[in-house]
C-alpha cells in the first residue's frame, strides 16, 4: 500500500514539473508526450494497429507521429489496448474491438480530467486496428459518454462494425488499394451512420495499407497483405489531420 502510494505521489509530481521533462512523460496508467508551457493543452489520444505501438517493422514510427503534434502543441496519450493485457497483437483474437475501443475512451476520459489539458478538444486518432477501435467507441457510446469531440481515423478495420448515431465529426483516411482493410467496408459504413454528413473520408488512390509509415518500402507482403509508404499520400493526409484539429474561428 505505501509503495502505491509512493509511486502515485511519483507520477504526481512528473505531470507537475512540465517542460522537457515532460516530453515523454511515463504515468501509471499511460505514456504521454506533453509540450512545453503548462496548459490547457488540446489532447489527442492515439490507438495503434493491431502490432501495437512499436511493430517491428517501424519501432518509432508512432513516437514520431506522437513527436510531431507534441511540436504543434498537442498533449499525446497512447492508449494501449495491447499492452495493458500483456498482448503484442491482436492476431490472439484475445481482445476485441469493442476492448480496444473502450480502452480508448477510458484514455479520453482520463485525459478530460487532467488540469494540462483542454477537456473540449481531445480527438481520438486510430490506425488500422486501432482505427476500428475508434469507430466501435462511436457505435458504442453516446456523444456525451466518449470524451473525445473529434476522431481520425487511418484505414481503419471497417467489418462488423455497427453504424453510429452520434454526429462527432470524423476525418477517415483511407488508402485506394488496401487489401487489408478495403475502404468500401469503411464508406458502406459511413453511408449508414445517422449522420454521414459529419464523417470527410478523404481516398487516396493507388495507396497501400500503412502509407504514412516512412520505415516502409512503396510496397511489401506483411501478414495480412500488402503494406508500403506513399511519401504523397502521407504528406496529404498530415495536412488534413492539422486542419480537421484546428479550431474553428
Known amino acids: ?3 502505491r502510494l509512493i509511486l502515485a505521489i511519483l507520477a504526481i509530481g512528473a505531470v507537475v514539473l512540465g517542460g522537457n521533462d515532460l516530453a515523454r512523460a511515463q504515468t501509471l496508467e499511460y505514456r504521454t508526450f506533453q509540450p512545453h508551457g503548462a496548459g490547457p493543452h488540446p489532447g489527442v489520444v492515439f490507438a495503434s494497429e493491431c502490432s501495437g505501438f512499436a511493430p517491428s517493422v517501424a519501432p518509432k514510427a508512432y513516437e514520431r507521429a506522437a513527436e510531431q503534434l507534441r511540436a504543434q502543441g498537442y498533449l499525446v496519450l497512447f492508449a494501449d489496448y495491447l499492452g495493458r493485457r500483456g498482448l503484442t497483437s491482436c492476431v490472439s483474437g484475445r481482445i476485441s474491438l469493442s476492448d480496444a475501443g473502450k480502452d480508448v475512451v477510458a484514455a479520453a476520459t482520463w485525459l478530460k480530467s487532467q488540469p494540462f489539458v483542454d477537456p473540449a478538444r481531445i480527438s481520438a486518432l486510430g490506425w ?4 476500428g477501435a475508434v469507430l466501435t467507441a462511436l457505435a458504442e457510446h453516446r456523444q456525451d459518454q466518449l470524451s473525445f469531440s473529434r476522431a481520425i481515423v487511418y484505414y481503419p478495420v471497417c467489418r462488423g462494425i455497427r453504424p453510429w448515431k452520434n454526429a462527432t465529426p470524423v476525418l477517415m483516411l483511407l488508402a485506394g488499394a488496401d487489401d487489408v482493410a478495403p475502404g468500401d467496408a469503411c464508406e458502406e459504413l459511413v453511408k449508414s451512420s445517422a449522420t454521414p454528413n459529419a464523417v470527410k473520408i478523404v481516398l487516396y488512390s ?7 509509415v516512412s520505415e516502409l518500402p512503396a510496397k511489401m507482403t506483411y501478414r495480412f497483405g500488402t503494406i508500403g509508404y506513399d511519401p504523397q499520400a502521407a504528406a496529404a493526409a498530415q495536412q488534413e489531420i492539422e486542419k480537421f484539429l484546428k479550431p474553428a474561428n
Open 128 to 131: 488500422s486496428y486501432g482505427g
Open 1 to 3: 500500500m505505501i509503495l
Open 206 to 212: 493507388g495507396a497501400q495499407h500503412a502509407f504514412d
